[in-house]
């Protein structure tokens, strides 16, 4: 045990004579490479041993933070209809593989990772039936892109992670966007169902009145009567030129009037 502590203090201190030490910044890695074999190493923040006969690569220096993209794109299902979809995946350079990612400028890099997720979600999204399929899953199709492109090969049988020099972090569907004329026909499907709501609406509070105006003449009105009424004043009809037509006694004409002029207060108080 003993000599192996010793070996180990020699090979320290060897390498302290035959190497100096540096600094790379939080968050920061560079590439080294060997000037003797051509071989190069990444090395991420911290202090590292540097021999004589490795230099920095030229503009190899990195920034190692989290970037976030977005793109919009249009696939087709099995049964042919086109649905959109938006796609968000964050990614960071790889420590270990600086020398895959410096290969690629950002625009490039970028731009080839964004056909492959592509890809294979267009031939995710074949697989299913129809948008309503894809509806009711796209919270679950993110996550499958994820495992499928971290299995991918690239041409020359690397990963496309390691291809890229990337660790892909994350990849989601932050929502299914729907073609603009199922938009429309949702649009106009809940502007009849607010109408529909409110005739109802309407329709039950006329009712109430109409019963109202029943009481209000000692029974004496029949409902259907009230209810034309009702129907007249809310049509903004004449009502004192049509009130006549009812075979209604005078006296019962000016209590109609009267009762009309209340309306605004118990429409308030059906509201409330």
């Given at each position: 045990m003993t000599?192996?502590?010793?070996?180990?203090?020699?090979?320290?201190?060897?390498?302290?004579?035959?190497s100096t030490l540096m600094q790379v910044p939080a968050y920061t890695a560079v590439l080294l490479e060997n000037r003797i074999s051509g071989s190069v190493r990444s090395i991420g923040p911290g202090?590292?041993?540097?021999?004589?006969?490795?230099?920095?690569v030229p503009n190899s220096e990195t920034v190692i933070k989290k970037s976030s993209h977005l793109f919009p794109a249009?696939?087709?299902t099995k049964n042919h209809?086109?649905?959109?979809?938006?796609?968000?995946?964050?990614?960071?350079?790889?420590?270990?593989n600086l020398r895959g990612y410096i290969a690629f400028d950002e625009r490039t890099r970028i731009a080839g990772i964004t056909e492959r997720i592509k890809s294979i979600l267009s031939n995710l999204i074949r697989e299913m039936k129809d948008r309503e399929e894809v509806m009711a899953k796209f919270k679950e199709i993110g996550p499958r892109v994820k495992d499928i492109?971290?299995?991918?090969?690239?041409?020359?049988?690397?990963?496309?992670?390691?291809?890229?020099?990337?660790?892909?972090?994350?990849?989601?569907?932050?929502?299914?966007?729907?073609p603009k004329e199922l938009k429309e026909a949702s649009i106009r499907q809940e502007a009849t169902k607010k109408d529909n709501e409110t005739r109802k609406l309407e329709m039950?509070?006329?009712?109430?009145?109409?019963?109202?105006?029943?009481?209000?003449?000692?029974?004496?009105?029949?409902?259907?009567?009230?209810?034309?009424?009702?129907?007249l004043q809310f049509g903004k009809g004449n009502v004192k030129k049509e009130l006549h037509r009812f075979g209604l006694d005078r006296g019962t004409q000016e209590m109609v009037l009267k009762f009309l002029e209340k309306i605004p207060e118990l429409i308030n108080a059906f509201r409330s």
């Open positions: 000599w192996l502590l010793v070996v180990v203090i020699l090979a320290l201190i060897a390498c302290s004579v035959v202090i590292h041993f540097i021999f004589p006969w490795e230099k920095i249009d696939f087709e209809k086109v649905i959109s979809l938006k796609v968000a995946f964050d990614l960071i350079p790889d420590v270990n492109f971290e299995q991918t090969l690239s041409e020359d049988g690397k990963r496309l992670e390691y291809y890229y020099g990337i660790d892909l972090k994350v990849l989601m569907i932050p929502d299914v966007e729907l039950t509070n006329m009712k109430k009145m109409a019963m109202d105006l029943v009481k209000a003449s000692g029974g004496t009105m029949p409902l259907e009567v009230a209810m034309e009424i009702m129907q």
